[in-house]
T-cell receptor
């Protein structure tokens, strides 16, 4: 079993839709749950993160973690064409350990 | 502030040739990472350095790959000899807080796209 699993998509939605992106993980030691966004032909950039379980909201983006089921979600409200990118989840134990990325979900928001 | 700078952005070479990828991290960042990204395997960590010292190179695929960080502002990833299966995008990333209670934020360069024919 991979340490982090993510549906690769592609996921295509109309502008204004609510988008749900998900990951599952196997390592119960993960404490930080990062979401990176990667535009085409660019490097990933940190979008947001949560610590432990619960929700965190940042504008149109909400990150949600359920540690009991080892399930991570990113919701995008009122999606825009500029949200078209690949979204990578990256759970992390903290400290000097390595950061493991999911394979990413490609999202396209259409006009 | 300049971000992480990688060169070359694109490299096309023939099997058996030596390839050298270069990275300049963000000034003041004490940790540097080399990742490889392919469609099949996603982003894979190859090696990372803390204060110019290699900490974990378990992701380096084989002896054909080597990485150095001679000073805080420069790192290289070398593949010798290159093979078609090495074709990928290679990313360098740096972090100011790795191993110091940091949250896992990495700052990535724009990548070096390698094609080995």
């Amino acid at each position: 079993q991979k340490e982090v699993e993510q549906d690769p998509g592609p996921l295509s939605v109309p502008e204004g839709a609510i988008v749900s992106l998900n990951c599952t993980y196997s390592n119960s030691a993960f404490q930080y749950f990062m979401w990176y966004r990667q535009y085409s032909r660019k490097g990933p950039e940190l979008l947001m993160y949560t610590y432990s379980s619960g929700n965190k909201e940042d504008g149109r983006f909400t990150a949600q973690v359920d540690k009991s089921s080892k399930y991570i979600s990113l919701f995008i409200r009122d999606s825009q064409p500029s949200d078209s990118a690949t979204y990578l989840c990256a759970p992390f134990t903290g400290g000097g350990n390595k950061l493991t990325f999911g394979t990413g979900t490609q999202l396209k928001v259409e006009l | 502030d300049a971000g992480v700078i990688q060169s070359p952005r694109h490299e096309v070479t023939e099997m058996g040739q030596e390839v050298t990828l270069r990275c300049k991290p963000i000034s003041g960042h004490n940790s540097l990472f080399w990742y490889r990204q392919t469609m099949m395997r996603g982003l894979e960590l190859l090696i990372y350095f803390n204060n110019n010292v290699p900490i974990d190179d378990s992701g380096m695929p084989e002896d054909r790959f080597s990485a150095k960080m001679p000073n805080a502002s420069f790192s290289t990833l070398k593949i010798q000899p290159s093979e078609p299966r090495d074709s990928a995008v290679y990313f360098c990333a740096s972090s100011p807080t790795w191993g110091q209670g940091g949250t896992g934020e990495l700052f990535f360069g724009e990548g070096s796209r390698l094609t080995v024919l």
